[in-house]
């Protein structure tokens, strides 16, 4: 089935302590993104990356790194949360090529509490 | 820079009335226009999309939204409203498929008996 994963779906975490969220498509899809949902402000992009090692900011990339090593994994990547991190936040991915190019395809979402 | 507005926060709806969802979109050229649908506690589901052709466009669950650029806009209907559609609903635009997907504030569907 083509999916992207996120893992994990629920963090409860304390301030300044490094984590990892990390996003998986087995689509073969080039573009992948991360985004945050806050409620009354909608989804805003953080980073997204175009291909393996290219990477480039979104609306909102402070306080945030990515890394794209391999083609169907894309992390998200928080050095020293702080509490204003917390919100829900989705993966997408999207093909370039194809008949399934220029439609993102979101994750499930992983909520992320900053204490 | 591209914005997306969507008027309405909350919309209440009676089971098998119709539906209309609004989405006004400044942008300096014609963008890729998306609505997606959420459900609570769940991820994004792409309903329709529009990137050229056919104004009027036929999405998943019975949705469809026309294109109208005298208007700016890329409104969502349906016919009749079924209790499952109660969710949270964003329009969203990008310079293409794959780049930055710029997305409304949602609009929050309420259906009643």
């Known amino acids: 089935e083509a999916q992207v994963t996120q893992n994990p779906r629920y963090l409860i975490t304390v301030t300044g302590k490094k984590l990892t969220v990390t996003c998986s498509q087995n689509?073969?899809?080039?573009?992948m993104s991360w985004y945050r949902q806050d409620p009354g402000l909608g989804l805003r992009q953080i980073y997204y990356s175009m291909n393996v090692e290219v990477t480039d900011k979104g609306d909102v990339p402070e306080g945030y790194k990515v890394s794209r090593k391999e083609k169907r994994n894309f992390p998200l990547i928080l050095e020293s949360p702080s509490p204003n991190q917390t919100s829900l936040y989705f993966c997408?991915?999207?093909?370039?090529?194809?008949?399934?190019?220029?439609?993102?395809?979101f994750g499930p979402g992983t909520r992320l509490t900053v204490l | 820079a591209q914005s997306v507005t969507q008027p309405d926060i909350h919309i209440t709806v009676s089971e098998g009335a119709s539906l209309e969802l609004r989405c006004n979109y400044s942008y300096g050229a014609t963008p890729y226009l998306f609505w997606y649908v959420q459900s609570p506690g769940q991820g994004l589901q792409l309903l329709l999309k529009y990137f050229s052709g056919d104004t009027l466009v036929q999405g998943i669950k019975g949705f469809e939204a026309e294109f109208k650029r005298s208007q700016s806009s890329f409104n969502l209907r349906k016919p009749s409203v079924h209790w499952s559609d109660a969710a949270e609903y964003f329009c969203a635009v990008a310079l293409s498929g794959y780049s930055t997907l710029t997305f409304g504030k949602g609009t929050m569907l309420l259906v009643s008996p």
């Open positions: 997408a991915s999207s093909s370039r090529t194809g008949q399934r190019r220029d439609t993102q395809y």
């Open positions: 689509m073969n899809h080039e573009y």
